[in-house]
């Protein structure tokens, strides 16, 4: 069946470092300015665990997560720049986890500060984090049109998709492919990540939650909330702005494609 990657690179490059602090007092004031409710739901490390929402009574909700492994930097500030762009598409509504790992963050560690993997945490739960999490979406019980995690692999030479489609619904794989495709070349190959492909820069894993004894974020949500989920991976390898740049470019397509309709023209 093959298996996911369990280890990280736990280390940060200086380039990549950034004040975890200064970051997280930061956004809820740029969630606002861009139309957007910030709450704390709890607190690790010393940090707020933040969730952003905006008008999540839309036909369509979209889910968007970052930084649930702490050597994974990229993300949380690709979803900071797009709040202070306000790119994030106002046709639909949208819950937004910005950081879901700050102690891991601040450490460069893959794992939370109690070395646990929250992305494998989402039956046993384990860590605070996963349990404030899983707790904020249950209370919550949005109904998601999809769902975005944006992850990096220390391991990967190019980015892919993770896609999950049980019920094969028209989706926005194709442009995400190319989102990531203008960004360089895709990661290809037989297999990614112990995943056979699907296509270049394509994998699809079982989505059966009951084939995991270890839920990752992603299939947790398949299970109740959505019906179809991505997980964008960059390379670690790539220089951080570009990392960032990719991972906000296809938050960007993927925020155009409620309807899966193609983005409006530049």
């Given amino acids: 069946m093959g298996s996911n990657r369990d280890l990280g690179r736990n280390e940060l490059r200086e380039e990549e470092r950034y004040a975890i602090a200064d970051f997280l007092d930061g956004i809820p004031a740029l969630a606002e300015s861009a139309g957007f409710s910030p709450r704390v739901y709890g607190e690790i490390d010393g940090h707020p665990l933040l969730c952003l929402t905006r008008e999540t009574d839309r036909p369509e909700v979209l889910y968007l997560s970052a930084g649930i492994h702490g050597d994974e930097p990229a993300g949380p500030k690709a ?12 046709e639909v509504g949208w819950v937004v986890f910005p950081l879901l790992n700050p102690g891991g963050l601040r450490r460069g560690s893959r794992e939370n500060p109690e070395g646990i993997d929250l992305n494998r945490d989402y039956q046993v739960q384990r860590a605070a984090e996963t349990r404030a999490h899983r707790a904020l979406l249950e209370a919550e019980d949005w109904s998601l ?5 944006l992850h990096e692999d220390w391991e990967a030479r190019g980015p892919y998709l993770y896609e999950h489609n049980p019920d094969r619904q028209p989706h926005p794989c194709r442009l995400l492919l190319e989102t990531l495709g203008a960004h ?57 702005l570009r990392r960032v740049a990719c991972a906000a470019d296809c938050v960007r397509s993927f925020a155009c494609l409620h309807r899966w309709e193609s983005p409006p023209a530049a």
Avoid: K, N
């Fill in 145 to 149: 049109a999809a769902s975005l995690a």
């Fill in 184 to 240: 360089g070349p895709v990661e290809d190959g037989p297999e990614i990540d112990g995943w056979p492909t699907a296509g270049p820069g394509l994998i699809h894993p079982p989505s059966e939650i009951e084939l995991r004894t270890e839920w990752p974020e992603q299939l947790f949500l398949l299970s109740r909330f959505t019906r179809m989920s991505y997980t964008l991976e960059t390379p670690s390898a790539l220089p951080f």
């Fill in 79 to 90: 979803i900071e720049q797009l709040l202070r762009e306000r790119a994030l598409r106002e």
